[in-house]
């Protein structure tokens, strides 16, 4: 096999170039043939493209949709690359969009090379780990202002909170493949989040799948994946757009949902175009569905591109997101479980879905910045040094209100029959000051060569985080509320109260510090090994080392000693292209870790834990058919957890004693089709299916669903048509929507079990889309369903929202 591998790729040549438009910018999803072949491929988003093909001459040709196709004469060696000259279309980027626009390409939903899922550049059916891509087309066209609502079109992922603004930790929380995920990656390192992120800097969305710990280390993903947000980035020419929505709840007019101002404005800093720059902001002026709420947000986003010389570029960038809102109001079960309450799903409760419980002016300010760095320096023709750093700060300060669901017997202190639940106890969890900063460094030797025959692409990487966390969160407790009444001041629940409660720090035990740093160190090697044209195979393995210095209080006192682990992470995969670029099988192992913090085992002796461990077996298919128009994933995947902690009986000296034997399984089936039937017409679908549960694991919970692990079943579709351009160009009309099974936010033997019911959310559009202007109407939640989401807790959701937009494109 090896000796006739060698002997086909000796015969081969690569053909390499770039496509540009008149105004030069980059062509993307741009056809590049050699005539008469069946020897081509389509540009990537910066208008690149290579083509591997038998020694001889030929004609190349570039087309597209709509416009002259342009043909150049190029030889090819066998063994040898050729670089043609830069290709110019004679259209305008604008006019090239809106020929696309009409052809309607499957494309404009995918991206087909991504530089972050593997940290090497490789076109989706290369590599052999799942992931999803969100395109800025879409997000456009479905009127989308925040990553939450991008992730809608992600199979296998399912929101559980929404976005608390808490410094730290204050971003929304989702669920895949059984384990709890935020948004914290951006442009593949850091860019932690402290509330909703806004898309207006996000040129895609990826959601890679599984376990991702060998090139993404611990601190960032999650044992179901990671969210990694690419951001928008300078070009060559000048250009821009002006937007302005507004938004109300069901038809009313009196009070608008939602005010947003955004501008995306590019032009080049010098005459040469080695410097670029770019600015993206928002503003958000958005009210609440409830009696009481609301939030302002504002984003600002620029970003430099400087070109030194052939060999040597820099990207700057900053990410800036504040907000002054009203945080999301969760019910929770504490001092009665859902026996106690004698419900066991939210119709046994009598939660009034349009009562927020507090004042509007019990608000919270946070903050997020994030700033980004990154030096390429092409060493040669076939390595490329990647060196960033990048700095992610977050702040919060202000009140969190949230609820106990309890029985009149705790609210009143007053004997009631069992099950009866006409009361709340409302709490708050507020943040002082609260600052998350981190800090990573990272470099990247990335390389594409042959050994022998044999094509290898690498990356060797090493990566530094540093971690320091100041987060103070205090509480109190503002009494008990009837939890459906007509005559009921909640409105006393305002920031005055909220002040005259604050606990005094230091000496009170509603107080809480996290206040700790952390330094890791890791290095990580990973290749792509070509066995044939046809078969590839993948290895790759991190040594990380995590260094906690210790916790403290407030008095800076140490309440938990310094401790460190080094752990090592694997991973390996496998592809082969049935059909070259069109159908790939592949299979993959990965491993993700966490480092846990100390316990106390049955003998109260402190032990430095093992990491836990997530083994990942996954295999499926992928495709790219009929020129694109076909493309999608279908997989099966199995995790197994290990080492994680579990709680065991305790007594007067030793309360909490655990041990680390625990184990938790989740496996599932995911499938994610994007296609253009015919013309004018897209089509985006996707269905999961996860089975997760405790092997090992505390009495009262084991053989169960984790409460993280969300809905079984989920779907999502959206489909898209354009009419003819005979007709009226740029007019068109799409309509998608989720399902989700039901969904156990409590499941224990103690507790018993709560479930929020399925759901279907529907949602609709309208949109003109010409070269100079676009204009939109989009119905959210078209049918006005009542649906809740929860992570251990119940939280109502949106009901139907209209939003209107115009844009205008320079």
């Known amino acids: 096999m090896f000796t006739v591998a060698g002997a086909y790729a000796q015969q081969r040549g690569t053909v390499k170039g770039k496509v540009i438009?008149?105004?030069?910018?980059?062509?993307?999803?741009?056809?590049?043939?050699?005539?008469?072949?069946?020897?081509?491929?389509?540009?990537?988003?910066?208008?690149?493209?290579?083509?591997?093909?038998?020694?001889?001459?030929?004609?190349?040709?570039?087309?597209?949709?709509?416009?002259?196709?342009?043909?150049?004469?190029?030889?090819?060696?066998?063994?040898?690359?050729?670089?043609?000259?830069?290709?110019?279309?004679?259209?305008?980027?604008?006019?090239?969009?809106?020929?696309?626009?009409?052809?309607?390409?499957?494309?404009?939903?995918?991206?087909?090379?991504?530089?972050?899922?593997?940290?090497?550049?490789?076109?989706?059916?290369?590599?052999?780990?799942?992931?999803?891509?969100?395109?800025?087309?879409?997000?456009?066209?479905?009127?989308?202002?925040?990553?939450?609502?991008?992730?809608r079109n992600t199979p296998g992922l399912q929101k559980l909170w929404d976005a608390t603004g808490r410094g730290g930790d204050g971003g929304s929380y989702f669920t895949l493949r059984g384990f709890t995920v935020q948004s914290s990656l951006r442009n593949g390192v850091a860019g932690l989040v402290?509330?909703?992120?806004?898309?207006?800097?996000?040129e895609k969305v990826e959601v890679i799948k599984g376990p991702s710990g060998t090139l993404y280390g611990s601190?960032?993903?999650?044992?179901?994946?990671?969210?990694?947000?690419?951001?928008?980035?300078?070009?060559?020419?000048?250009?821009?757009?002006?937007?302005?929505?507004?938004?109300?709840?069901?038809?009313?007019?009196?009070?608008?949902?939602?005010?947003?101002?955004t501008i995306d404005i590019n032009t080049p800093v010098t005459e040469d175009k080695d410097v670029l720059f770019r600015l993206n902001a928002a503003y958000n002026n958005n009210n609440s569905f409830q009696n009481y709420g609301q939030a302002r947000n504002f984003a600002i986003a620029p970003s430099l591109s400087i070109k030194a010389n052939d060999r040597l570029s820099f990207l700057l960038e900053s990410e800036i997101f504040l907000g002054r809102s009203s945080s999301m109001r969760p019910f929770f079960f504490f001092f009665d479980s859902p026996k106690a309450l004698g419900a066991s799903k939210v119709s046994d409760l009598n939660i009034d879905y349009?009562?927020?419980?507090?004042?509007?002016?019990?608000?919270?300010?946070?903050?997020?910045?994030?700033?980004?760095?990154?030096?390429?320096?092409?060493?040669?023709?076939?390595?490329?040094?990647?060196?960033?750093?990048?700095?992610?700060?977050?702040?919060?300060?202000?009140?969190?209100?949230?609820?106990?669901?309890?029985?009149?017997k705790t609210a009143t202190g007053v004997a009631s029959p069992l099950g009866q639940n006409n009361y709340i106890l409302r709490?708050?969890?507020?943040?002082?000051?609260?600052?998350?900063?981190?800090?990573?460094?990272?470099?990247?030797?990335?390389?594409?060569?042959?050994?022998?025959?044999?094509?290898?692409?690498?990356?060797?990487?090493?990566?530094?985080?540093?971690?320091?966390?100041?987060?103070?969160?205090?509480?109190?407790?503002?009494?008990?509320?009837?939890?459906?009444?007509?005559?009921?001041?909640?409105?006393?629940?305002?920031?005055?109260?909220?002040?005259?409660?604050?606990?005094?720090?230091?000496?009170d035990k509603n107080t809480f510090p996290y206040i700790y740093k952390t330094n890791t160190y890791s290095a990580y090697v990973s290749d792509v090994f070509n066995i044939t044209e046809q078969l590839l195979a993948s290895a790759g393995v991190r040594v990380d080392r995590f260094e906690n210095k210790g916790s403290y209080d407030l008095a800076g006192t140490q309440t938990a000693k310094p401790y460190s682990q080094t752990v090592l992470s694997p991973k390996f995969g496998l592809v082969y292209q049935a059909l070259k670029e069109q159908?790939?099988?592949?299979?993959?192992?990965?491993?993700?870790?966490?480092?846990?913090?100390?316990?106390q085992d049955i003998t109260g002796t402190t032990v430095t834990p093992k990491a836990q461990n997530a083994n990942q077996l996954e295999g499926g298919v992928k495709m790219a058919l009929f020129n694109g128009k076909l493309n999608g994933t279908v997989s099966y995947y199995n995790i197994k957890l290990t080492n994680v902690l579990r709680n065991l009986q305790g007594s007067a000296e030793i309360p909490n004693p655990q041990v680390q034997d625990g184990t938790q399984r989740s496996e599932g089936f995911e499938a994610e089709i994007i296609a253009n039937p015919i013309s004018a017409l897209n089509v985006i679908a996707g269905f999961s299916y996860n089975n997760s549960k405790y092997i090992r694991a505390d009495a009262d919970v084991e053989g169960l669903r984790p409460n993280t692990a969300g809905s079984p079943y989920l779907a999502n579709f959206y489909v898209s048509y354009r009419l003819p351009q005979t007709l009226v160009?740029?007019?068109?009309?799409?309509?998608?929507?989720?399902?989700?099974?039901?969904?156990?936010?409590?499941?224990?033997?103690?507790?018993?079990?709560?479930?929020?019911?399925?759901?279907?959310?529907?949602?609709?559009?309208?949109?003109?889309d010409r070269v100079k202007y676009r204009l939109g109407l989009a119905a959210n939640n078209v049918g006005n369903k009542r649906y809740y989401t929860g992570y251990t807790t119940i939280n109502p959701q949106n009901p139907r929202q209209f939003v209107l937009s115009a844009s205008y494109k320079f």
């Open 21 to 151: 438009t008149s105004d030069n910018k980059p062509a993307d999803f741009v056809t590049v043939g050699l005539k008469g072949t069946k020897y081509g491929t389509m540009t990537d988003v910066n208008g690149n493209y290579i083509i591997k093909a038998p020694e001889g001459s030929y004609t190349l040709m570039v087309s597209a949709v709509g416009i002259q196709s342009v043909e150049t004469t190029v030889s090819v060696s066998a063994n040898q690359a050729i670089t043609v000259p830069a290709v110019t279309l004679n259209t305008s980027m604008a006019q090239l969009d809106e020929v696309n626009v009409a052809a309607n390409r499957a494309s404009r939903y995918t991206r087909k090379v991504s530089t972050d899922a593997a940290k090497i550049p490789l076109t989706n059916l290369e590599n052999s780990q799942s992931y999803s891509t969100i395109t800025n087309e879409l997000l456009k066209e479905q009127q989308v202002f925040t990553i939450d609502d991008a992730l």
């Open 194 to 202: 402290t509330n909703t992120v806004d898309a207006v800097n996000t």
């Open 219 to 261: 601190a960032l993903p999650s044992f179901g994946g990671l969210v990694n947000r690419v951001t928008k980035k300078p070009y060559e020419s000048f250009g821009g757009e002006v937007s302005q929505s507004v938004g109300s709840y069901n038809f009313g007019l009196s009070k608008y949902s939602l005010t947003r101002t």
């Open 354 to 408: 349009n009562q927020a419980y507090v004042n509007e002016d019990v608000t919270q300010r946070s903050r997020s910045v994030n700033n980004f760095a990154q030096a390429t320096y092409k060493l040669s023709d076939k390595i490329t040094s990647q060196t960033i750093f990048t700095s992610s700060s977050s702040f919060s300060n202000g009140a969190s209100p949230y609820f106990y669901l309890v029985t009149d």
């Open 427 to 507: 709490y708050d969890q507020s943040t002082a000051n609260s600052k998350f900063d981190a800090i990573e460094v990272q470099e990247n030797i990335n390389g594409d060569f042959n050994i022998g025959q044999f094509r290898n692409r690498f990356v060797v990487g090493l990566d530094y985080q540093h971690v320091n966390s100041n987060q103070v969160y205090y509480g109190n407790a503002y009494g008990a509320a009837p939890i459906n009444s007509a005559t009921f001041d909640y409105g006393s629940f305002n920031r005055e109260t909220q002040y005259k409660l604050t606990p005094k720090f230091f000496d």
């Open 583 to 599: 159908l790939s099988f592949f299979a993959n192992y990965q491993n993700g870790f966490v480092n846990p913090r100390p316990f």
């Open 729 to 768: 160009k740029g007019l068109g009309a799409g309509f998608g929507g989720n399902y989700a099974s039901e969904n156990k936010v409590i499941n224990s033997v103690a507790q018993g079990t709560f479930t929020l019911p399925s759901y279907t959310v529907l949602n609709a559009n309208l949109f003109l």
